[in-house]
Every structure is written in C-alpha cells, then in structure tokens.
C-alpha cells in the first residue's frame, strides 16, 4: 500500500485532521533528533527541542502552504526551536568561544578532543565551530539537503549557501586536524 506524502499528510493536518500527525513525527522524529543532537551535543536537549518542534508543527499548521515541501518547513522549524532555545538561555561568561581564544583553554579543549575516537573527535570538532557554519554542515552533510534548499531556508541565494558551506568546511578542517 502506497503511504501519504508528507505533504498530503501535513494538508491534512492543517485542516485539522491531527491523527496524521502521528505517520509524520514517526518519520521525521529520528532525523529531526539527529540535527538536534548535533547542533546542541546534548541528547536530553535534543529530545526537548524535537518535542518543541513538533508543538511548533501543530500551533503553526496553519502556515503550511501544501506546494512547499514538508522537509524544509519542519527544518526551519527546528532551526527556530534552536535558536529560540538558546536565546532563552543564558550564555555563561566564560563560554565556548571565550575558551576558543584563550590558547591555554583551546589547547586543553583540544588535547581532550585528540583522547577521543574519531566520530567523538569530529563532533567536538563541530560544537567549536560558530553556529551558523554548524548548522549549515549538519544540514547538509548530514541531513542532505542540497544548497538550494538551505538557501531557502537561510534566506540566500544557492551560491550563496555553496559558499558558506565551503567557509565553514574549511573552518572544521582546521579546528579538526589543529
């Protein structure tokens, strides 16, 4: 049997018909966990924020126009569930990027980095970077949207998002083999 696209489930959705909410946060909780866990490194986080994107989901259905695609709504939902999380939290005064530019600190966070196995090493390695190259490595690299698609969503032009994407590989590279 040929299941509902997500569109066609999320119209449904919209128009209040909410059980079809169910077959999208089956499909879409692992994913959307994944992005999550690797924007924030933190698996409780990560949990709290696809539960909040999926609220998002319900009290914004309204919004959903059925010609766009389902995938990118629901990521830029979760990208605003992330930024929305981290704006209501305070940033402590000698956070990450402060460490970053103190090189005893740098040195420390990195010698911990080397001890750790590869997928460890590289996801450290993201959590270095600024937020905004993160979030675009992860959406592409590891979710698979193309540039155009995160273009949309960061509001640029494809090239655009081809570029900041490259910046921010070229940034991972040297954090990751320094």
């Not at 389902?70 to 005064?93: C, E, I, K, N, T």
């Not at 993201?126 to 690299?141: D, F, G, K, S």
Request: hydrophobic share 40%; glycine share 6%; aromatic share 8%.
């Amino acid at each position: 049997m040929h299941s509902p696209s997500d569109e066609t489930l999320m119209a449904q959705v919209r128009d209040n018909d909410l059980d079809q909410l169910t077959p999208l946060f089956e499909r879409y909780q692992g994913p959307l966990f994944g992005f999550l866990l690797r924007l924030t490194n933190d698996r409780d986080t990560a949990q709290d924020l696809v539960q909040n994107v999926f609220l998002r989901v319900l009290k914004y259905r309204a919004s959903y126009q059925p010609a766009q695609p389902f995938r990118a709504w629901v990521y830029q939902l979760a990208r605003h569930v992330h930024a929305d999380h981290w704006q209501r939290q305070p940033v402590p005064a000698g956070d990450l990027e402060t460490a970053e530019r103190t090189p005893t600190l740098r040195r420390a966070a990195l010698a911990g980095v080397a001890a750790s196995s590869d997928g460890e090493h590289l996801q450290e390695a993201l959590t270095l970077l600024p937020e905004a190259q993160r979030e675009i490595l992860v959406l592409h690299r590891f979710q698979g949207f193309d540039y155009a698609e995160i273009g949309e969503m960061l509001g640029c032009s494809e090239g655009t998002a081809r570029v900041k994407a490259h910046r921010a590989l070229e940034a991972l590279r040297k954090i990751y083999f320094s």
